[in-house]
C-alpha cells in the first residue's frame, strides 16, 4: 500500500501562487510516477502534471509554463508550484501514485480544495 496526504491547498488571489504538498510513504519502492490532478465542481478530473521515478515530468496544456512538479527524495515529498493563477484553476487537486506495471493511479489522497477568485 502506498499512502498520499495532500496539503498546501487555499484560496488565492488571480495571479497568485500556490504551493502544494503530496507527503507519500509506504511501498514506494514499486511506485513508477506521482501525478497531480485535479477536479473542478461538475467537471471530470483531469491530470495537471506527473513526475516519474527517473525525474521526467509531463504537463498538461493548460497549466504548461505555469505550474512546476517536483519532488524531495529524502522526504518522499512531491511539489506542485502553482504560479499565475486563474480561476479556472479553482478545483480539489489529488495527488496520485501510479506503480510499475500497473495501468491506472492505484493509490489517491484526499485532496486539497484551490480556490483562486478573480
Known amino acids: 500500500q502506498v499512502q498520499l496526504v495532500e496539503s498546501g491547498g487555499g484560496l488565492v488571489q488571480t495571479g497568485g501562487s500556490l504551493r502544494l504538498s503530496c507527503k507519500t510513504s509506504?511501498?514506494?519502492?514499486?511506485?513508477?510516477?506521482v501525478a497531480w490532478h485535479r477536479q473542478a465542481p461538475g467537471e471530470q478530473r483531469e491530470q495537471v502534471a506527473l513526475?516519474?521515478?527517473?525525474?521526467?515530468?509531463v504537463y498538461s496544456d493548460s497549466v504548461k509554463d505555469r505550474f512546476t512538479i517536483s519532488r524531495d527524495t529524502a522526504s518522499d515529498t512531491v511539489y506542485l508550484q502553482m504560479n499565475s493563477l486563474k480561476p479556472e484553476d479553482t478545483g480539489v487537486y489529488y495527488c496520485a501514485a501510479l506503480d510499475y506495471g500497473s495501468s491506472g493511479f492505484g493509490y489517491w489522497g484526499q485532496g486539497t480544495q484551490v480556490t483562486v477568485s478573480s
Open positions: 513526475i516519474r521515478r527517473g525525474g521526467s515530468t
Open positions: 509506504g511501498r514506494l519502492f514499486n511506485v513508477y510516477a
